[in-house]
């Protein structure tokens, strides 16, 4: 494929009702994608039969095993730069964009420099709330306040809904490490990008809608995979200091928990024996996500 071919990746598990709802966002856009890559994380909810009923022009890339989103994430970029596109457009199954915002999108990207690499935008819920995204990055978490002529800004790190990742970034660095199965791909990703000098960008328009539904809620295995995935980015930097923001953010999540969350002693065991397996380097899905 050649010019700005753009591949939607979209990631899903178990949601197929979801995943239908979102589709259909992407068959009402200004400029219509290329290509639609579903990579399906071995549901067991009929959501191939609902693609090859409902949208036979997806491609369906079904996995053999839940890798989660960092292993979804993976392997979807893989396909779509495999494939010849120039841009991946990354969603989570609770994800959809509003009708104009990949010609939006596309027109912001024509303006910018050409090491970037990952160009995103705010989000707005069903519930009408808006969410400023994108924050710099200095061994830890800083702000990155937008500028006021409304122009796209840039970031060290974003999350992936609704943003455009570069195929040519890709190929440089490769992509999310699937082994972290869930938490802190994101964050590891952009950090690599911009080690090897690309830029990311925020476009400060509320363009893609998430869903309470799908983002809500708090399962235990989340906190288990956030404490261990980023002790062991910390470490696989060899930063001290990135290494010292994660026990300071652990001691803050910890003194929350005691002060004010249910489950303390579930959420507590979660959080240890995320660091106990982040010490030691372990990855993988090692535990099952639930709830």
Known sequence: MSGESVAVVIVTYNRRDMLRESLGAFAAQSRPVDEIIV??????DDTGAMLAA????????RLEENTGP????????????????????????DDRPLPTA????????????????????????????????????????????????????PVDVLIFAGALVSAA???????????????????????????????IRILPRHLTVTLHEGAARDPLWRLYYQTRNQLVMSVG??????????????????????LWQDRKT???????????DGAR???GRTVEPRG
């Open 102 to 153: 990949l010609e939006e999108l596309l027109e912001e990207a024509a303006r910018l420099p050409g090491r970037t690499g990952i160009l995103g935008t705010w989000l707005v819920d069903d519930r009408g709330e808006k969410s400023v995204l994108g924050l710099g990055w200095r061994h830890r978490h800083v702000p990155a306040p937008p500028p006021p002529d409304g122009g796209s800004y």
């Open 169 to 199: 970034l890709v190929a440089e660095v490769g992509v999310p490490r699937a082994e972290y199965f869930a938490m802190c791909e994101e964050l590891e990703f952009c950090l690599r990008a911009r080690r090897a000098g690309w830029g």
């Open 237 to 258: 930097h060899r930063s001290p200091a990135e290494v010292f923001f994660w026990a300071v953010r652990q001691g803050k999540f910890t003194v929350a928990t005691l």
């Open 70 to 93: 960092a292993g979804g994430y993976a392997a979807g970029l893989s396909a779509a730069l495999e494939r010849g596109h120039r841009w991946m457009w990354l969603f989570n199954d």
């Open 39 to 44: 990579v399906d994380n071995a549901s067991s």
């Open 54 to 61: 409902e949208f036979p022009d997806v491609t369906w890339l």
């Open 281 to 283: 380097g372990v990855t």
């Open 266 to 276: 579930q959420r507590l065991r979660m959080r240890a024996r995320g660091a106990w």
